[in-house]
C-alpha cells in the first residue's frame, strides 16, 4: 500500500512537471513571438459593481462599448481576444461524449473560443482543410457565421456544412485546425487549451446588441500587447471616467513566474509526503522480505536439498517483489494510461524495485546452502 | 564397483578469527550397492562428511569422484542437479515443509528434476503406496506422526529414484518400533539396488548395514 501510495504519489509529480513544462515551453514561444509584453486583466470589480454594470441597460451597454472602442482601436498600443466564457450548446448533434466539456452534467455544450483577427496572428493557427478566418469573417455580413472546427471534428462535419445551435444562429464551416492547435491563457493557470475538440467563431462585436454580458466577458479577455504601463494605466482611467471595472494587469512573464512558483511549492509538498511514504515504503518491503527470507529458511533448505538452487529462491523473491510493484504500476496505468508519466513511473518503480531486493538478495548469495541447512535444524 | 571415491579429504569452518577443522585427510570408497553406517563421536566429521558427499558443501582440500567425475571442480547448478538426481536425503528432523500437505512435500524433488517422468503425480502416488502412507497423501505435514514424517522424507527421498540415499541420523527423532519400521525400508532400498549411506551412533541402526566405518578426528579411524 505504501509503495502503491508512493508511487501515485511520483506519479502526480511526473504529471506536474511534464504539464509544467509543456506549458512553460508553449508561453514561452508566444512570448517570445511577440515583440512587446503580452498583459493579461484580472477583474477586481466587486460583484454589486458588476450587477450594476450588467444591469444598467442601455447606459451600461453605451459605457461598455466605449470601453470597447478604446481597448481595440487604440493606435498605442495591439491587442488580442480570446474569449471561452460562452459554450456551444447542439442539442441535436451526433458527436460522441468525448467532445462535451463537462459531458455529466451538460452533454450539449461544447468547448467554444471567440476570437478577434489578431489572435490568428499570435497563435498561429493553420488549418488542415478549408481556410483560416479572412477579416470580412469579423464583420457582420447577416448571413450564416463561419466557423473553423477543431481536428477531431472531420469526423462529423465537411467544409461548407451548416451547425445551428440551440439559440438558433448558424455557422458555415470554413475550415478544420491542424492536429493539437492549442491556446494558452495563463490567467486561468497552467492549463494548454486543445483545440482539436474546439468551435472557433470570430468575434463579431456588431452583433452584440443589448447584452451586457458580451462585453463584460470580451474586454475580460482582451489581451494587451505593450512594453508601456503608462497604456495599461489608460485603459484603466478610461473605465474608471466610465465607472466600469477596475483591473489589475499582469505580463504573461510574471503570471509564468507565478504558476511555476505555484507548482514548486505543490510538487515540493508532494515530494516531501512521497519521500517520507516511500522510505517507509521500502522500510516495510525490506523487512518483510528479511523476515519471509527467515522464516521461510527451512522451506529454502528443504528445496535446495532436493535439488533447488540459491537463484530460484531468489527468483522467487524478485517475482514477490515486483508482483507488487506491478500491481501499483497497473494503477498507475489505469490512472495516467499509456503516457510519458505512466512510463516515467514505471522506469522509477523499477528504481524502487531494486533498491528493496538488494540487500535480501546479497543477504542470500552470501548464504551456504549447509549454513540453511544448520540454522533450519 | 566403486561410485564414490574421496582421497585426502580435508575442510576447515572459518569463524571469524576461529578455525575449526573438521575433515583432516579422509579417505573413503564406497561402491554400488553398499550400505555402509558412518560411526564416530560427536564433532567428529560424520555430517560434514555425508554433506560434501551429497553435494550441499565443498571441501577444502583433498579430491572427491562421484561415477569417476571430480565434483571439486563442479559449479553451484551442476551441484544442485547432482543433489536432484543422484541422492535422496533423509535426515534427523526429517525436513518436511511443515505448511505442505505430503503430496506437495513429496513433490519438491520432481520440480527440479530432468528426469522424463509420464506422470508426477502416477509416481509420486506409486511412491506413498509403497511406504504405506497414500491415504495420507492430502494431510499436511504438521498433522502426521513421527514415523509417518519419516516415511513421506524416504518417499521424498526416493521419487526422483536416486542411485545413492544418504540418511543422516534417520531413527534419531523414533522411538525403537518405529526406527526399526525406517531401517526396515532403508534395507529394502538396498536390497532394490540403492547405495545407502547412514550416518548414526545407534548400534542398531549399524546392525542393518553390510559395513561400518568409524570417523574419530575427522580421518577413517578403521
Not at chain 1, 508561453?27 to 460583484?47: A, K, M, R, V, W
Not at chain 1, 529458511?297 to 508482483?323: M, N, P, V, Y
Request: glycine residues 6%.
Amino acid at each position: 500500500m505504501q509503495i502503491l501510495a508512493a508511487l501515485l504519489l511520483l506519479s502526480f509529480i511526473f504529471h506536474i512537471v511534464l504539464d509544467i513544462n509543456s506549458f512553460k515551453n508553449k508561453l514561452n514561444e508566444i512570448i517570445q513571438g511577440q515583440e512587446e509584453e503580452i498583459y493579461l486583466s484580472f477583474d477586481l470589480t466587486s460583484s454589486e459593481k458588476i450587477d450594476e454594470i450588467i444591469n444598467g441597460g442601455q447606459d451600461s451597454i453605451k459605457r461598455q462599448s466605449e470601453l470597447f472602442e478604446f481597448i481595440k482601436q487604440n493606435p498605442s498600443f495591439k491587442t488580442y481576444t480570446a474569449d471561452t466564457g460562452f459554450s456551444m450548446w447542439l442539442s441535436d448533434s451526433n458527436l460522441d461524449s468525448s467532445f462535451a466539456e463537462h459531458p455529466q452534467w451538460d452533454p450539449n455544450a461544447y468547448f467554444l473560443l471567440k476570437i478577434d483577427q489578431n489572435f490568428l496572428n499570435v497563435f498561429k493557427l493553420k488549418c488542415v482543410k478549408g481556410r483560416i478566418f479572412s477579416a470580412d469573417d469579423f464583420k457582420d455580413m447577416g448571413s450564416e457565421i463561419p466557423i473553423l472546427l477543431g481536428y477531431d471534428f472531420q469526423r462529423y462535419y465537411d467544409l461548407d456544412d451548416t451547425i445551428r445551435d440551440d439559440e438558433g444562429h448558424s455557422y458555415r464551416v470554413v475550415g478544420f485546425l491542424g492536429k493539437s492547435s492549442f491556446y494558452l491563457d495563463p490567467g486561468q493557470g497552467d492549463t494548454i487549451f486543445w483545440l482539436d475538440k474546439a468551435f472557433i467563431i470570430p468575434l463579431q462585436p456588431d452583433k452584440f446588441g443589448d447584452d451586457t454580458t458580451y462585453y463584460e466577458s470580451t474586454i475580460n479577455r482582451t489581451f494587451i500587447i505593450t512594453d508601456d504601463k503608462e497604456n495599461l494605466q489608460a485603459i484603466q482611467e478610461k473605465s474608471n471616467e466610465l465607472n466600469l471595472y477596475t483591473y489589475e494587469y499582469r505580463s504573461f512573464t510574471e503570471q509564468l513566474q507565478d504558476i511555476l512558483e505555484a507548482n514548486r511549492s505543490k510538487i515540493m509538498t508532494i515530494g516531501f509526503m512521497m519521500t517520507i511514504i516511500l522510505i517507509f515504503g521500502i522500510i516495510g518491503l525490506i523487512s518483510n522480505l528479511i523476515q519471509f527470507i527467515t522464516t521461510h529458511t527451512k522451506e529454502f533448505a528443504i528445496h535446495l536439498l532436493c535439488g533447488g538452487q540459491i537463484k530460484s529462491i531468489t527468483q522467487r523473491i524478485l517475482i514477490q517483489t515486483f508482483l507488487i510493484i506491478l500491481i501499483a504500476d497497473i494503477i498507475v496505468i489505469i490512472i495516467h494510461k499509456f503516457s510519458p508519466v505512466t512510463l516515467l513511473t514505471v522506469i522509477s518503480s523499477l528504481v524502487i524495485g531494486l533498491i528493496v531486493i538488494i540487500y535480501p538478495i546479497v543477504m542470500l548469495s552470501k548464504t551456504q546452502i549447509n549454513n540453511i541447512l544448520r540454522r533450519s535444524q | 564397483m566403486s561410485i564414490i571415491n574421496i582421497t585426502n579429504l580435508h575442510k576447515t569452518y572459518s569463524s571469524g578469527e576461529s578455525e575449526v577443522k573438521a575433515l583432516r585427510g579422509l579417505s573413503l570408497s564406497v561402491n554400488k550397492g553398499d550400505m555402509i553406517a558412518i560411526m564416530g563421536p560427536s564433532g567428529s566429521g560424520k555430517s560434514t562428511l555425508l554433506n560434501i558427499i551429497g553435494c550441499i558443501d565443498r571441501s577444502t582440500n583433498g579430491d572427491y569422484f562421484l561415477y569417476d567425475r571430480l565434483i571439486n571442480t563442479f559449479n553451484d547448478r551442476e551441484m544442485a542437479e547432482l543433489r536432484n538426481e543422484k541422492f535422496g536425503f533423509v535426515v534427523q528432523d526429517f525436513a518436511l515443509v511443515e505448511r505442505y500437505n505430503v503430496y506437495k512435500n513429496v513433490m519438491i524433488p520432481l520440480t527440479y528434476s530432468k528426469k522424463p517422468i509420464k506422470s508426477k503425480k502416477d509416481k509420486i502416488e506409486e511412491i506413498l503406496s509403497k511406504l504405506k502412507i497414500l491415504e495420507k497423501k492430502k494431510a499436511m505435514a504438521m498433522n502426521l506422526s513421527m514415523g509417518q514424517r519419516q516415511r513421506v522424507a524416504i518417499a521424498r527421498a526416493i521419487v526422483n529414484d536416486p542411485d545413492i540415499i544418504l540418511a543422516d541420523e534417520p531413527t534419531g527423532a523414533l522411538d525403537s518400533d518405529t526406527g526399526e519400521e525406517v531401517m526396515n525400508i532403508l534395507k529394502k532400498l538396498n536390497e532394490d539396488g540403492k547405495t545407502v549411506i547412514i550416518v548414526t551412533h545407534e548400534p542398531k541402526v549399524v546392525s542393518y548395514c553390510k559395513q561400518v566405518v568409524k570417523i574419530k578426528d575427522g580421518k577413517v579411524s578403521k
